[in-house]
């Protein structure tokens, strides 16, 4: 699997997210400055409750423009054994039912799946739970993260 080619198709699904969150913004505002929409009354809030889902969307289009900013200055580096797993690394985990699952470990923002060749690729950071699991670990170390009531353990098989 390409690093290059997976951090690409994440600037292109963030610049999807971006243009929706723009829209969402744009649109609420709208609504919010309507004349129509001004308040006649005190339980009249159509307009205070858009301008509050406009301010939201703007928060969510900054955080996925500041997302799209980290991915394209990183540079994911090679696997060094010597330091395990880090920002960067290609991981294919198996579980107790021999059922495998591949991530990429990268910067914040980029929870998605992917699809490279024939493989999903589950894009995580490193503050998710699995993220920080991950972090240090070697090919044939085991993990395991706490997920509601039950634990879930899987072994690295690959890193690239």
């Known amino acids: 699997m390409d690093k290059f080619l997976l951090q690409q198709q994440v600037l292109e699904r963030l610049a999807e997210d971006l243009q929706q969150a723009e829209q969402a913004a744009r649109a ?6 309507h004349e129509e929409n001004i308040a006649e009354n005190k339980y009249d809030t159509l307009g ?6 406009a301010t939201g969307q703007a928060r969510r289009a900054e955080a996925i423009r500041q997302a799209m900013a980290n991915w394209r200055q990183f540079r994911p580096s090679p696997y060094d054994a010597s330091k395990g797993i880090q920002l960067g690394a290609l991981v294919c985990l198996v579980d107790a039912d021999d059922k495998q699952q591949h991530l990429f470990l990268g910067p914040d923002g ?9 493989q999903i690729v589950q894009v995580i950071s490193r503050e998710a739970p699995l993220g920080r699991a991950l972090l ?7 993990v395991s993260i706490q997920v509601a009531p039950h634990r879930q353990q899987f072994e690295v098989l690959r890193v690239d």
């Open 110 to 118: 980029g929870s998605m799946k992917l699809v490279s060749g024939a």
């Open 136 to 142: 240090g670990k070697c090919e044939g170390d085991e």
């Open 48 to 53: 205070l409750e858009a301008a509050y889902l």
């Open 28 to 33: 609420a505002h709208e609504v919010a400055t």
